[in-house]
């Protein structure tokens, strides 16, 4: 009898199926109980009062790809993406390039016919703010594939030591989830290699880092993003199919994403062209912070339409408040 509970108990847990799991765990107490052990029913009752509540997620084959678990959850983000190429202003050539990968990436099974894989470990560079995550977060849109962020500040803060155990550990689920591998502020094992601190472990880390890459025969896309190019030597570069740089936004860019972000409520052309002239320099995320604190200020108006005037004050605001002077 008691062998039949604890084979339910194991078996529960090894489908993590919770509510199995928690009445199995209830007879066994029951089950001790009647044999006269009220001293150990009680305390297994008061270890299941203890346990989190249930999920009402169904136990089985689905689970949720896109969120890590256990040690991999401190150090990769995971999650399913809405955006999509409309949402970002790009170059035509890297439109075009991204355009590419992605086709590449979904007409795997043909390349492979003819001895060719598709692209697939791609270098995102360029100054801060001009879309290197959000391509990436575009990337994993278009082609419905989770975005999985290696976060690499995590990665050496934390676990210094174990950060080339880490990164295997990443590797090694790149197979097992098919996903967009984003290594966001990839230039962090590059800086943190220059540092006189650790320099051994560093060194190891990126030995590591690049033989996995190497080694990598997943299905899964691999994107480093990096504001600092020139801190990368070629031995990383080498390791990329594709190269793509994000610049800063040239005017006709910034026209382009402010007709993007309030084109719908109410910025015409004319006044795009006007406000852009007044944000050049800026990088586009600035602008796009911009757009959304003058879409805050319409709607708490009480108005459907955005004015040039929210987006002058807007910003206005941002460069007299957050922007370093000379901007
Ligand atoms: N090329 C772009 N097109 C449209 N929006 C952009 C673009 N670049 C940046 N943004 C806006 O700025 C935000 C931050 O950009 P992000 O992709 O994080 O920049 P980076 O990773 O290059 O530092 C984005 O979420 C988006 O709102
Ligand atoms: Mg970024």
Redesign the pocket.
């Known amino acids: 009898m008691k062998a039949d509970i604890l084979k339910l108990l194991l078996q529960s847990h090894a489908d993590g199926d919770e509510s199995s799991f928690r009445k199995a765990a209830l007879q066994l107490a029951a089950a001790e109980s009647g044999a006269g052990h009220v001293r150990v029913a009680d305390e297994i009752r008061a270890i299941i009062a203890k346990m989190p509540p249930a999920s009402t997620r169904k136990a089985g084959p689905i689970v949720d790809i896109a969120s890590p678990r256990g040690e991999l959850a401190d150090i990769l983000e995971g999650g399913h993406r809405d955006e999509r190429l409309r949402?970002?202003?790009?170059r035509d050539e890297v439109r075009d390039l991204l355009l590419r990968v992605i086709s590449e990436n979904r007409s795997r099974g043909r390349l492979e016919r003819f001895g060719v894989s598709p692209r697939r470990r791609l270098l995102?560079h360029?100054?801060?703010?001009?879309?290197?995550?959000?391509?990436?977060?575009v990337l994993a849109g278009e082609m419905g594939l989770p975005l999985m962020t290696v976060r690499f500040d995590a990665l050496f803060s934390r676990f210094l030591g174990a950060t080339a155990v880490q990164l295997r550990a990443i590797f090694a689920e790149m197979p097992r989830r098919p996903g967009i591998y984003l290594f966001?502020e990839f230039d962090s094992v590059a800086k943190a290699r220059g540092d006189s601190q650790d320099v051994g472990e560093m060194n190891r880390v990126v030995t590591a880092f690049l033989q996995l890459v190497d080694a990598d025969v997943s299905g899964s896309i691999l994107v480093a993003?990096t504001?600092h190019v020139d801190l990368l030597d070629r031995a990383v570069f080498r390791r990329f199919d594709v190269i793509v740089p994000?610049e800063k936004?040239t005017r006709d860019?910034l026209v382009?994403?402010l007709k993007?972000?309030l084109g719908t409520i109410g910025l015409t052309e004319a006044q795009a062209a006007q406000l852009a002239s007044r944000a050049e320099g800026w990088?586009?995320?600035?602008?796009?912070?911009a757009c959304d604190d003058a879409v805050r200020t319409m709607a708490l108006d009480d108005r459907e339409e955005v004015t040039e005037r929210d987006v002058v004050h807007a910003l206005e605001e941002l460069k007299r408040r957050e922007l370093p002077a000379g901007r």
């Open positions: 949402d970002i202003v790009l995102f360029g100054a801060p703010g001009c879309g290197k995550t959000l391509a990436a977060a966001d993003a504001n994000f936004p860019q382009d994403l993007l972000r990088s586009f995320a600035d602008v796009a912070r």
